[in-house]
């Protein structure tokens, strides 16, 4: 199975700052990777998919980057709705897998 | 719009039997596959098992495989998963989840039912 590593676990920050989550795959996926945004008790909101494209209804301050093993998920200016948790998804074949999650607090 | 409604959650013991329903509607159902994702409590998301927008085509995450079965009611727009020798590692959130329609991306998602093993 393709292993998906989320960094920072944890990251605190202020309304108003640009922050940067980290995934990578254990393989090449191409671009074959989508971020979920999570909140206590819902179900996951998918934000962007095949690396790179904004979902249905995603605010443009979020962007995603990269391809093959190495993939960014930008918020460029935090508003309150964003302290949640992030979840990395690699599609590229089943089993599906999740990275660990990063959890977005208020600093 | 579309809808994922979900049920069939509940407590069950260890070994013991149950089965998840996820109701869809506002798209053509048979026309994209669905997966299950789950959540232990205070975990992060977990793939559980997938099929195909024909049904001809099953997948498992090795931690289920043998002991969970997908399955969809095109007739009734359902898609379920038998869960079977449930075990404590099993208790978790369970999401049904849409697939886009030309890649593995979990576009919409079920509310979540629990399921709790336990004696």
């Known amino acids: 199975d393709i292993q998906m590593t989320q960094s920072p676990s944890t990251l605190s920050a202020s309304v108003g700052d640009r922050v940067t989550i980290t995934c990578r795959a254990s393989q090449s996926i191409s671009s074959w990777l989508a971020w979920y945004q999570q909140k206590p008790g819902k179900a996951p909101k998918l934000l962007i998919h095949k690396a790179s494209n904004l979902g249905s209804g995603v605010p443009s301050r979020f962007s995603g980057s990269g391809s093959g093993t190495e993939f960014t998920l930008t918020i460029s200016s935090l508003q309150p709705d964003d302290f949640a948790t992030y979840y990395c998804q690699q599609y590229k074949s089943y089993s599906y897998t999740f990275g660990q999650g990063t959890k977005l607090e208020i600093k | 719009e579309v809808q994922l409604l979900q049920s069939g959650g509940g407590l069950v013991q260890p070994g013991g039997s149950l089965r998840l329903s996820c109701a869809a509607s506002g798209f053509t159902f048979s026309s994209y596959a669905m997966s299950w994702v789950r959540q232990a409590p205070g975990k992060g998301l977990e793939w559980v098992s997938g099929m195909s927008r024909s049904g001809d085509s099953t997948y498992y995450a090795d931690s289920v495989k043998g002991r969970f079965t997908i399955s969809r009611d095109t007739s009734k727009n359902t898609l379920y998963l038998q869960m079977y020798s449930l075990r404590g590692e099993d208790t978790a959130v369970y999401y049904c989840?849409?697939?886009?329609?030309?890649?593995?991306?979990?576009?919409?998602w079920g509310q979540g039912t629990l399921v709790t093993v336990s004696s």
């Open positions: 989840a849409k697939e886009g329609g030309i890649d593995g991306r979990l576009d919409y």
